[in-house]
């Protein structure tokens, strides 16, 4: 059984702690966080993140996996992952067993994929990416580094969602658009043509409003 560490304490963290806990080959040796919350599902506190280089030192071969939810740019994740990323420490991919993953799809190191989530044929994941609860991902989509995809979100095939952008509760992305890099889709919103800068897009179809 592999160890993990999970970086991060709030209700995203919660959900990949029941997530690693239903796949059975991780033993959780407890969470980081800048606030001791308390025991996170039963997994206890281990300190602010200064702790990590101690702890990747003591015990060898350690995993994480950066569970520090995103509304908005991925960035701030990216910039945690970048800060600790000379420490001796592995960032597996976490698909929970109550997922879809299809044949030849890819997915990237530190990506999580809850429960309910589809991901078809031909997809690639990139890095850090989080696939939300019951989101659907079709065949031949490309989902850049650090993109959170939320809850019920359906995004059709071949589409491609550019690096750190989020994709609100519910949106949905017709077949073979392209989304740049750093879009927030907000939550209902329907893409049915090309995002070609970042920004902000609400509505049906979705429209840029900053």
Request: charged share 20%; hydrophobic share 40%; glycine share 14%.
């Amino acid at each position: 059984m592999t160890e993990i560490v999970i970086i991060g304490g709030g209700g995203h963290a919660k959900v990949v702690v029941s997530i690693l806990r239903k796949l059975k080959d991780y033993e959780i040796c407890g969470y980081t966080d800048p606030e001791d919350r308390g025991p996170l599902l039963g997994a206890p506190y281990l300190g602010t993140d200064a702790k990590l280089p101690a702890l990747a030192n003591e015990k060898k071969g350690l995993s994480a996996t950066l569970a520090v939810g995103q509304i908005g740019l991925g960035a701030v994740r990216q910039a945690i992952h970048t800060r600790l990323s000379e420490l001796p420490l592995s960032y597996p991919s976490i698909v929970s067993p109550h997922a879809i993953v299809n044949e030849e799809v890819e997915i990237g190191k530190g990506c999580v994929v809850m429960d309910g989530a589809v991901v078809n044929s031909g997809a690639r994941i990139g890095r850090g990416a989080i696939l939300n609860s019951n989101c659907t991902v079709e065949h031949d989509t490309q989902i850049g580094d650090w993109v959170h995809v939320a809850p019920g979100v359906t995004i059709s095939g071949g589409v491609t969602v550019g690096p750190l952008s989020m994709i609100g509760v519910g949106a949905v992305i017709i077949e073979g658009k392209r989304i740049a890099n750093g879009c927030i889709i907000g939550a209902g919103a329907v893409v049915v043509h090309d995002l070609t800068e970042p920004g902000v897009y609400v509505g049906c179809p979705a429209r840029r409003i900053r």
